[in-house]
């Protein structure tokens, strides 16, 4: 998403829920106004902000210890088969080298880009995009306000 325009989460092309259209125009009424109806991350109280900070901080810290796990696997994986290939003890050495630097240089590419899409979550860089805690507070909302839509709905057509 970076430099583009940010979408709210139920207007992503990865989303795959069973909303209809006329419940995404309601919920993009909400993101219209100047107050969503949602609590605001200032309107929670300073520990709880605290906590919610500290479980990103975590998330984020987590995301990019496996970013470097696969770095490790991409150096010392296909350094294996370098070392096994040097010293004869296989039949072909020709494709070891070639798996070798195949696996090497996926292994980089995907560490980079795991690397990167954490701090895309933590920090998004798309225009107009909102903090990630406040978009998370927003989405529990608009997933119970739709629930409780439904919830009437469908009572309204058991009392018929």
Known sequence: MTESEWLPWYRRKHFKGKITEQEKRVLDSYRTKADHPATNYEELPDEVQLYISRIEIELHDKKKEIAVGIWLLAIIFPSFFVYQAFKGNLDNPTYSYLFAAA???????RGWRDWK?????LFPTAKNAPSPTLEGIRQEWEILHLAHLKRVKREQNNNE
Not at 117 to 121: F, G, P, Q, R
């Open 103 to 109: 696996f090497f240089f996926y292994g980089l590419y």
């Open 117 to 121: 899409n954490a701090d895309e979550e």
